[in-house]
């Protein structure tokens, strides 16, 4: 099992730009794809973005792109999600999920693990 944990959130004015970080360790990290979900209150968990064992293929939300970028460095257990030109609506706690497979999908499956968050504040 892989255990991960987020850092990098903070509070930022709109325009601004942060970068989450999501450190892995246990199980085989390399092999695992990987993505960044949102949650802010009041609402259901959202995807953000995702990408799969190699950051070859990568996906995000209509919500983010051009302004969010999502990277891995295997050599150090780590993905990333650089948000720039944050807006109040990006406001929510960020989660980073690690899929029970190389290849990322939509929905939930029996393996897949979840840190414990960060929270993201954006004021305008």
């Known amino acids: 099992q892989v255990q991960l944990v987020e850092s990098g959130g903070g509070s930022v004015q709109a325009g601004g730009s942060l970068r989450l970080s999501c450190a892995a360790s246990g199980r085989t990290f390399n092999n695992l794809a990987m993505g960044w979900f949102r949650q802010a209150p009041g609402l259901e968990r959202e995807f953000v973005a995702a990408m799969n064992w190699n950051g070859i293929i990568t996906n995000y939300a209509d919500s983010v792109k051009g302004r969010f970028t999502i990277s891995r460095d295997n050599a150090k257990n780590t993905v990333y999600l650089q948000m720039n030109s944050l807006k109040p609506e990006d406001t929510a706690v960020y989660y980073c999920?690690?899929?029970?497979?190389?290849?990322?999908?939509?929905?939930?499956?029996?393996?897949?693990?979840w840190g414990q968050g960060t929270q993201v504040t954006v004021s305008s």
């Open positions: 999920k690690a899929y029970s497979s190389s290849f990322y999908y939509s929905g939930e499956r029996l393996g897949d693990t």
